[in-house]
């Protein structure tokens, strides 16, 4: 009930294959309101339902590339809950630094306007 209220977050969540099973982990479902003390814990694991191929080749690529399975979104299908999932390689770490170093011009780039447009409105 909580999901169709639209009230889920997939941050921080990733997909993990343990003994040929594939659960979402760290996704925040929070407990429904009007629930009793039978509620579920809003950041427990969750068994997702895959084909034993589609297993055997995600967590073939997760082993062998180092690549990470990200669910992407969450939608509503014939009354079940399904979920999106991708496989993604993470930044190397030259990655890393040229996306910083870019962050931090722009940040220059907006104190510089700021500062001029600051200065041309007094004078």
Do not use: C
């Amino acid at each position: 009930k909580s999901l169709r209220m639209g009230r889920a977050s997939l941050t921080e969540s990733w997909v993990e294959i343990d003994r040929g099973e594939a659960w979402l982990q760290h996704a925040h479902i929070p407990m429904y309101i009007n629930g009793t003390w039978s509620n579920h814990a809003p950041l427990r694991k969750r068994k997702l339902l895959l084909h034993r191929r589609e297993i055997d080749k995600l967590s073939g690529q997760v082993v062998a590339k180092g690549h990470t399975i990200v669910p992407l979104e969450l939608y509503f299908s014939s009354g079940r809950v399904k979920v999106k999932i991708a496989l993604a390689r993470g930044k190397q770490e030259w990655d890393k630094r040229q996306t910083l170093r870019e962050q931090q011009d722009q940040r220059e780039a907006q104190r510089a306007m700021k500062d001029w447009n600051r200065r041309a409105s007094v004078g």
